[in-house]
């Protein structure tokens, strides 16, 4: 196969009716504070994405042949709500259809917009997220849309959240996480240096799930690209390790998930590699599973 498109993995264009998978470039930055750059973690993304083998040998498969289908990125030239109802907009139809919505960040407010579209279809979606950072703001910066506020948001709408990886939080945060039943946190101070993934497996319910994957979530030594790094990250084995776990469990399905804030430093390094791999991944464990 010849892989020179700008698809993901450098695919060939496949109809909408043979892909299972689609993915949605979102190119936003907005608010990011410290490292500026995800607006181009997309594009990085794609073009690191050529260079993987579509052979993936702990599934013994080629994830591929499920169908993923690269649609146009979605460019909202707007903020706040108007940017989550236009990245809303543009997945809403492909939840509809049952296609695994995968969005590509962007920085991590890109995640309200798919979540929004994703609870539409799924009214009883649950939210698991990695990342470095609490999220749990009411404001930042004097906006309710800021990536500092994403898990805030989307604890609002009343769906349970699991997060982990947390090693970033402020007071405000720790305040409105004990008057609140629906969020769950695991710490990374927890997980660090144990076998975290089998017993946050345990704690997780079944039913329908919509990933968000802040990439902050790994050690700045596996991840130095990205918007906040924090030390104490979590590693590429235990990580794959637990979602492979997760994800093809019988009684949990994905709707769809998103991968955000990364912040590449250059066109092509190993942090951009690193987050194709990882979507590539659960796309074979999606598919792998049921
Ligand atoms: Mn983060």
Not at 182 to 190: D, L, N, P, T
Not at 217 to 226: G, I, N, Q
Not at 234 to 251: G, P
């Amino acid at each position: 196969m010849n892989r020179t498109t700008r698809n993901f993995l450098g695919l060939p264009d496949v109809p909408e009716d043979n892909a299972r998978f689609v993915i949605l470039p979102i190119p936003f930055e907005a608010t990011t504070s410290c490292m500026k750059g995800t607006a181009k973690g997309p594009e990085s993304i794609l073009f690191a994405s050529r260079y993987l083998e579509l052979y993936d040998e702990e599934l013994d498969t080629e994830p591929f042949t499920a169908g993923i289908k690269t649609l146009p990125a979605v460019i909202p030239d707007c903020k706040g709500l108007k940017m989550t109802a236009k990245i809303s907009r543009a997945a809403e139809e492909y939840f509809k259809k049952n296609k695994t919505v995968i969005g590509l960040g962007g920085e991590h407010t890109v995640s309200l917009g798919l979540f929004d579209a994703c609870r539409k279809k799924h009214p009883d979606i649950n939210v698991l997220c990695f990342d470095a950072h609490g999220d749990l703001r009411d404001k930042y910066e004097g906006t309710k849309f800021s990536h500092a506020c994403v898990s805030r948001r989307i604890a609002e709408s009343g769906c349970r959240l699991f997060s982990a990886g947390i090693r970033s939080v402020c007071s405000e945060e720790k305040e409105f996480l004990q008057n609140n039943k629906q969020v769950k946190i695991f710490w990374a101070y927890r997980m660090a240096g144990k076998k975290w993934g089998t017993a946050f497996n345990k704690t997780l319910p079944s039913g329908t799930y919509y990933i968000t994957f802040d990439v902050d979530f790994l050690d700045p030594s596996v991840m130095p690209d990205t918007g906040t790094p924090e030390p104490g990250g979590f590693q590429w084995h235990e990580t794959i390790d637990f979602l492979k776990n997760f994800i093809m469990r019988s009684d949990v399905r994905i709707a769809g998930f998103d991968v955000v804030e990364l912040s590449p430093s250059k066109r092509f390094t190993h942090s951009s590699f690193l987050a194709a791999k990882l979507i590539y991944k659960i796309i074979g464990f999606i598919s792998s599973g049921r």
